[in-house]
């Protein structure tokens, strides 16, 4: 399996500073027949479901805020937040659907 | 509006065994992969399994092979996940999603508690 490993576990970030949340895979998740990252970022705000936020590790979906962004290739992701707001308070999870099963990080919290 | 709606939740003994559902409206539920997540009280998510549009693949985690199986009615755009010889460490909120790779719409999910 490919084990999904977050930093930090969790975060304080003033409102309107920039948050940065690390995501390293025990292996690879690009693939080589359509050079895509098979990675996603979700956030999770109390008593809620996950909400995708970032798909192939930077594409956003629709209807996202462009305040978040993502980046990295291989085993080595970000989610970046650059500019913090209030509603941006939950947990966030990244995944990879490269391999099966499909594996989450154990979650990273922001606060402000 | 796309709406996964997740029902049969509850209180079981270990050894027990639970059957839920979800109902899936606002797309055409035949179209797409659909996945079960699991997510135990104050944890991270766990994904549990996944099936295509007709049904002929499933994938597992390997703590539910052998006790749960997921199956699907695309005639009542439904899907479901069977969960027999239930555990303890089972004790989660399920959540059903769409997607094969990403999951972009879920359902607010349903409390299955496995307590003797």
């Known amino acids: 399996d490919i084990v999904m490993t977050q930093s930090p576990d969790s975060l304080a970030v003033s409102l309107g500073e920039r948050a940065t949340i690390n995501c390293k895979s025990s292996?690879?998740?690009?693939?080589?027949?359509?050079?895509?990252?098979?990675l996603g970022w979700y956030q999770q705000k109390p008593g809620q479901p996950p909400k995708l936020l970032i798909f192939?590790?930077?594409t956003r979906e629709s209807g996202v805020p462009d305040r978040f962004s993502g980046g990295g290739s291989g085993t080595d992701f970000t989610l970046t937040i650059s500019s913090l707001q209030a509603e941006d308070v939950a947990v966030y999870y990244c995944?990879?659907?490269?391999?099966?099963?499909?594996?989450f990080g154990q979650g990273t919290k922001v606060e402000i | 509006e796309v709406q996964l709606v997740e029902s049969g939740g509850g209180l079981v003994q270990p050894g027990g065994s639970l059957r839920l559902s979800c109902a899936v409206s606002?797309?055409?539920?035949?179209?797409?992969?659909m996945t079960w997540v699991r997510q135990a009280p104050g944890k991270g998510l766990e994904w549990v399994g996944n099936m295509n549009q007709d049904g002929s693949e499933k994938y597992y985690v390997d703590s539910v092979k052998g006790r749960f199986t997921i199956s699907r009615d695309n005639a009542k755009n439904s899907l479901y996940l069977q969960m027999n010889n239930l555990r303890v460490e089972d004790t989660a909120v399920y959540y059903c999603?769409?997607?094969?790779?990403?999951?972009?719409?879920w359902g607010q999910g349903t409390l299955v508690t496995v307590s003797s």
């Open positions: 995944q990879q659907s490269y391999g099966t099963p499909r594996t």
């Open positions: 292996q690879s998740v690009l693939s080589s027949s359509d050079n895509k990252n098979y």
């Open positions: 999603a769409r997607g094969h790779y990403d999951f972009n719409y």
């Open positions: 192939w590790a930077s």
């Open positions: 606002g797309l055409t539920f035949s179209s797409y992969w």
